[in-house]
């Protein structure tokens, strides 16, 4: 059982990694309107669903949920794409995992993270670390199959936190039952996770009616993989330069918006570890979406930590 709430954790990990990542890359678009703007914005959207979904999963088996400030720079945490055969790092060069602009890096890197479970993967083996994945889709392969073992320390309406129904009716976004009766909720959003993004090989990506966000959502039917790889084939889109020279400046708005992202911070771990919502929440997290513009249109790189911190 311990296994399984370690393997939940580090799905929470890997969805709260990709929220910064994007959402930096995103408010660098100088025009939020663009097919680009709006393509990464639904993804940013999915993934705060996925976060909310790893969370729910993580809270019915009783797990302690820890929001915590990804490291950027290095490796992707619990994914080592040198599993994958092919190796998607070989396909999506150049790559970057630091913090950075709307670029032919940042793209490649968002292709790397969302792809997906392909027949080549060499899969699970004890030689490996047992942290560590192909792919976002294999992890969540692992851990379907540990929640299914363990319904006996399934239990429903433990801190579960519904903020997306408005815009997907028609399926279950929390786990409500317990042991057995449970286990189905707990397995569609398993599959929400992996069929929006995360995803298992397909011939053609397609998310099934029932997880397609038909109210903003400008390509409901493509997954994450899909919109990357789409934009991968499109000009880039004008985005803002890290220009600033005054470092007093830069250090003022880096400051400002790290705070805002503390804040967002201890807000998500005061929602998914009680189950409430702060009132607050939509002022947090507008803040925190609004700093992160504000340091990209002064010519500054936003940070989600302090470089001695990473």
């Known amino acids: 059982m311990e296994e399984l709430r370690a393997h939940l954790q580090w799905a929470v990990d890997v969805e709260m990694y990709t929220i910064p990542f994007y959402m930096a890359a995103m408010y660098s678009i100088k025009d939020q309107s663009t097919e680009a703007g709006r393509l990464v914005k639904s993804v940013v959207n999915q993934e705060m669903l996925h976060l909310q979904s790893a969370a729910n999963i993580a809270n019915a088996f009783g797990t302690k949920v820890e929001i915590t400030a990804p490291p950027y720079g290095g490796e992707i945490p619990h994914l080592d794409f040198d599993l994958d055969d092919p190796n998607p790092k070989d396909i999506y060069q150049p790559y970057s995992t630091e913090i950075g602009p709307f670029d032919i890096e940042r793209l490649n890197t968002m292709c790397i993270i969302e792809y997906p479970v392909w027949p080549g993967d060499k899969g699970y083996n004890n030689t490996r670390p047992k942290d560590q994945y192909g792919s976002i889709g ?21 801190n579960q936190v519904n903020h997306f129904a408005g815009f997907y009716p028609d399926t279950q976004l929390t786990v409500t039952k317990d042991k057995n009766d449970g286990l189905p909720q707990v397995v569609n959003l398993i599959d929400l996770i992996t069929d929006q993004g995360e995803g298992y090989q397909k011939d053609a990506q397609y998310i099934p009616p029932e997880y397609q966000n038909n109210a903003d959502d400008i390509q409901p039917t493509w997954d994450h993989y899909e919109k990357f790889t789409y934009l991968l084939r499109q000009p880039l889109p004008d985005t803002y330069p890290v220009t600033s020279s005054d470092s007093e400046r830069q250090e003022s708005l ?53 470089p001695n911190d990473e």
């Open 138 to 158: 294999e992890l969540y392969n692992a851990i379907k199959q540990g929640c299914e073992e363990c319904t006996d320390y399934l239990t429903g309406n433990v």
């Open 254 to 306: 880096q400051q400002i918006q790290l705070q805002h992202f503390s804040d967002f911070l201890e807000i998500m771990n005061t929602t998914f570890q009680t189950g409430k919502t702060p009132d607050d929440f939509a002022v947090v997290m507008y803040k925190n979406g609004a700093a992160i513009s504000a340091c990209w249109q002064n010519g500054v790189l936003p940070l989600f930590s302090m």
